[in-house]
C-alpha cells in the first residue's frame, strides 16, 4: 500500500526562524495533500489542501502567508511555519490522497517546538 | 460530509473484544463510514470502511445496522496496543476531499 514519509519527526526552534516540513509519498503519485495541526488533547483540523502545480487551499482562519505550501512534484509537499512562534507549537501531519483506493494514508506526523 | 457522535471514552480489558460504538444518523445513501485509529503523537492509522455491508479484515470488523444510522467497530481480541483514539468519519468515497475528524473515543486496553 501507499507509504507517506514525514520529516522531520520532530523540531525545536526560536521565535521568529522558519520551518519546513517535508511531506513524501513513496509508493504513489499524489495530485492532492492534506495538512492538518493538532494541539494538545484536541482533534486534527485541516489546515489545507495542498495541489500539485497549483495554489495550495486553505481552510478558514489559516494564515496563507505564514504556512507556505509547496506541491512541486507528485511525490513531495512541504510545508514551512514562516516566523514561527511558541502558538505555532502543535503536531503537524500530512495526508495523501490515494483516489481510487478510497483511503487516506497519513505520515507519521512532525511535533514542533517554538521557544 | 454527516456528523457522527461517539462516547468520549472506553475501557476494555485485554484479550476480550473492544466493541465501538458510532451514530451517524443523517448519513447520506453514498457516503461510507471509516474507522482510523490514532496512537499517541502517531499519524492516524487506516482500519476499515464500509457503506452498507458489514466488513472484516485482519484488523477489525465493521457492523453497519440495515438503516445506516449507527455503527460497531470490533477488536476482536484487544491488546495493549490497541490503546489509542478511535475516529469514526463519514465521507463521499472518492471525493477527493479531506478527512474531517471529531473528537473520536479513546481506549484504554488495561490488563
Known amino acids: 500500500g501507499a507509504v507517506v514519509s514525514q520529516h522531520p519527526s520532530w523540531v525545536i526552534c526560536k521565535s521568529g526562524t522558519s520551518v519546513k516540513i517535508e511531506c513524501r509519498s513513496l509508493?504513489?503519485?499524489?495530485?492532492?495533500m492534506f495538512w492538518y495541526r493538532q494541539f494538545p488533547k484536541q482533534s486534527l483540523m485541516l489546515m489545507a489542501t495542498?495541489?500539485?502545480?497549483?495554489?495550495?487551499?486553505?481552510e478558514q482562519g489559516v494564515e496563507k502567508d505564514k504556512f507556505l505550501i509547496n506541491h512541486a512534484s507528485l511525490t513531495l509537499s512541504t510545508l514551512t511555519v514562516t516566523s514561527a512562534h511558541p502558538e505555532d507549537s502543535s503536531f503537524y501531519i500530512c495526508?495523501?490522497?490515494?483516489?481510487?483506493?478510497?483511503?487516506?494514508?497519513f505520515g507519521s506526523g512532525t511535533q514542533l517546538s517554538v521557544l | 460530509d454527516a456528523k457522527t457522535t461517539q462516547p468520549t471514552s472506553m475501557d476494555c480489558a485485554e484479550g476480550r473484544a473492544a466493541n465501538l460504538p458510532c451514530n451517524h444518523s443523517?448519513?447520506?445513501?453514498?457516503?461510507?463510514v471509516y474507522w482510523y485509529r490514532q496512537i499517541h503523537s502517531q499519524g492516524p492509522q487506516y482500519i476499515i470502511h464500509g457503506l452498507k455491508n458489514n466488513e472484516t479484515n485482519e484488523m477489525a470488523s465493521l457492523i453497519i445496522t440495515e438503516d445506516r444510522k449507527s455503527s460497531t467497530l470490533i477488536l476482536p481480541h484487544a491488546t495493549l496496543r490497541d490503546t489509542a483514539v478511535y475516529y469514526c468519519?463519514?465521507?463521499?468515497?472518492?471525493?477527493?476531499?479531506?478527512?474531517?475528524f471529531g473528537k473520536g473515543t479513546s481506549l484504554l486496553v488495561t490488563p
Open positions: 495542498s495541489n500539485e502545480g497549483s495554489k495550495a487551499t486553505y
Open positions: 495526508s495523501v490522497n490515494t483516489g481510487g483506493t478510497e483511503k487516506l494514508f
Open positions: 443523517t448519513i447520506s445513501g453514498n457516503e461510507y
Open positions: 509508493d504513489f503519485q499524489a495530485t492532492t
Open positions: 468519519i463519514v465521507r463521499v468515497a472518492g471525493s477527493g476531499y479531506a478527512l474531517n
